[in-house]
């Protein structure tokens, strides 16, 4: 008796256990209707749009790229390259021509229509060489920027004179005229960068004095900044022909003393000369932009 109740108890107990199984299987295939699905599925969909902070900051570093570029642009464009003509003049050439011509139109005075230029102390450099080396270097800076560029000679084998140099930048239609000169002096400590202007009572072109004088301290501020020379001084005067002939505004920067045997050394380096013609980019630029 006791025997067939532990089988009947026996019995029950593995039907329960078969059932239990058996919903335990079905309710893991198949635990809920395909609408409570849909359901989960936009609950899901509307989670992940909550917590996904990804999508607006990528967004927003996309917009900070655009007005990084449109800053850029609206820089650029401030300057606009590339409605600018420079006229550069590599100062003197390798034979100076002393013929005279007037120093301005109708003018009775007369100077040298090309006189040679000074010398380095120490290594020998000609002034028209190292002219010509940093206009070559600040034409390819310039045309770098977008700027056009208009070259008065190329090579040092030329016979234009300063009156015809001036003719050459007018002709071209340039809004700034940057001769590039190097200086000399009997006082072999003198060192230093100025420019040079004509002055407001010029009689030929004493209404590009404004102009040319801030030319004149940007393209020297440039030269400073750039090689960290001394700042000499902005010469105003009525005397330099190359000066008086032009029509467009005008600078003469006298980078550095050739008879100083430390700015010698400078000047005969190509680092150096690089640092010039950036330099005096850099104050075109700037000129451009006021
Ligand atoms: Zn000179």
Redesign the pocket.
Known sequence: MLMRRLEVFLGSFIVVCLVCLGFMVFNDTIPVSSKDSEQEQVKAKELEQETAPEEPVISDQADEVVVTETEETAKSKSVDAENHIVCIDA??QQKANMTKEPIGPGSSKKKPKVAG??RGVKSGLM?YQL?LDISLKLQEELESRGYTVVMVRTTNDVDISNSERAAIANEAGADAFVKI??DGSDISSVHGASALCQTADNPYNGNLHDESYALSECVLDGVVSATGCKKRQIIETDGMTGINWSKVPTTIIEVGYLTNKDEDAKLNTDEYQTKIAQGIADGIEAYYQR
Do not use: I, P, S
């Open positions: 100062g003197h230029g000074t002034e002219a000169h190097a």
